[in-house]
C-alpha cells in the first residue's frame, strides 16, 4: 500500500512538474508571439510612412509641372491634360490591371492593339480605380489612343462623354495634400478666384527631381532595358506632358545639355521594335507611340 501511495505520489509530481514545463512553454511561446506582432505591426507602421510619401506617375508628372510657390501648372501648357491619362494607363499596366492584346500571327501595331483588364482588384487609388472600371466595362475594348482621348473628354461623340474623368488635376493635387506635399490656398486673378497648391515639402520634390537627373546623368545605363521601368515611364510621360525640362532647369549648362541629348536618345528609339524585346511593358511603349505619332 505503500509502495503503491509512493508511486502514486511520484506520478502526481512528475505531472505537475510536466503541466508546470508546458505552461512555461506556453507562455515562452506567447512571447514569441507577441514580440512577432509587435515586430510585424512596426514593419506595418514603416511601410504605412512610406506610403504616404509614394506617389503615382500622374502625381510625379503633376508636381514637376507645379510652381512650387504659385502652385498651379502653366496656362500655356496643354499637354500635361493628356499626359495624365497616359500616365493612369502605364500605372495600372505597371500596377499588373492591364495589358494589350496579343500582337497575333499578322503581328499588329502597338497603336491598333486594344487594352484589356487583366484583373479589376482595387488600387486604392481613386482616379485609377475609375479608370479601370471604365476600361473593364467596355465592349468591345478600345485602343490606348483612344482611352487617352476618351479619358481626357476629346471627343465627338455625345454617348462617350461619361468616359472622361474630371478634375483630374485638382484631384491629384488634394491627394498630394492628403501626403504633405502640397498645401490649399485662395488666390485672387482679377475676375475670379483660383484655388491653388503651393509646395509644402520640398524635401518631397527634390528627391523626385534628383531621380530624374540621376538617371541620366550618374545613373545612366545606356540602354532604357536596363533602367528602372518607373523611372524610364516617369522620364518619357513628364516629356509628353512638357514638364521634363522642369527638372533639368537647375543643372549648369554642360549638365543640361547632356541630359537632354540622353532623353532625345531615348525618344528617338521605334516603340514597335522596343516592345518586341523580352521583359517589356508594351502598354507604356504604346503610349509612347500614342504621343510621338
Not at 550618374?218 to 518619357?236: F, G, Q, T
Request: aromatic share 4%; proline share 3%.
Amino acid at each position: 500500500m505503500t509502495s503503491l501511495t509512493q508511486r502514486t505520489s511520484g506520478l502526481v509530481q512528475r505531472k505537475t512538474e510536466a503541466s508546470r514545463n508546458a505552461a512555461a512553454d506556453k507562455e515562452k511561446g506567447s512571447g514569441d508571439e507577441d514580440d512577432e506582432a509587435r515586430r510585424g505591426e512596426e514593419e506595418d507602421d514603416d511601410k504605412g510612412d512610406s506610403k504616404e510619401t509614394r506617389l503615382t506617375l500622374m502625381e510625379e508628372v503633376l508636381l514637376l509641372g507645379l510652381k512650387d510657390r504659385e502652385g498651379y501648372t502653366s496656362f500655356w501648357n496643354d499637354c500635361i491634360s493628356s499626359g495624365l491619362r497616359g500616365c493612369m494607363l502605364v500605372e495600372l499596366a505597371l500596377r499588373g490591371r492591364l495589358h494589350l492584346e496579343p500582337c497575333g500571327v499578322r503581328r499588329k501595331s502597338l497603336l491598333a492593339r486594344k487594352v484589356i483588364c487583366k484583373s479589376d482588384a482595387p488600387t486604392g487609388d481613386v482616379l485609377l480605380d475609375e479608370a479601370l472600371k471604365h476600361i473593364k466595362e467596355t465592349q468591345p475594348p478600345e485602343t490606348v489612343q483612344s482611352w487617352i482621348e476618351l479619358l481626357s473628354g476629346e471627343t465627338w461623340n455625345p454617348l462617350k462623354l461619361h468616359y472622361q474623368l474630371r478634375n483630374v488635376r485638382e484631384r491629384l493635387a488634394k491627394n498630394l495634400v492628403e501626403k504633405g506635399v502640397l498645401t490649399t490656398e485662395k488666390q485672387n486673378f482679377l475676375l475670379f478666384d483660383m484655388t491653388t497648391h503651393p509646395l509644402t515639402n520640398s524635401t518631397i520634390k527634390q528627391r523626385l527631381i534628383k531621380k530624374v537627373q540621376d538617371s541620366v546623368l550618374d545613373k545612366w545605363v545606356n540602354d532604357p532595358h536596363r533602367m528602372d521601368k518607373r523611372v524610364l515611364s516617369l522620364i518619357l510621360l513628364a516629356h509628353s506632358s512638357d514638364v521634363l525640362e522642369n527638372a533639368f532647369a537647375p543643372l549648369q549648362d554642360d549638365q543640361y545639355d547632356l541630359c537632354m541629348k540622353r532623353v532625345h536618345s531615348l525618344l528617338e528609339l521605334e516603340p514597335e521594335k522596343e516592345s518586341t524585346k523580352p521583359n517589356v511593358n508594351e502598354l507604356m511603349w504604346a503610349v509612347v507611340a500614342a504621343f510621338t505619332k
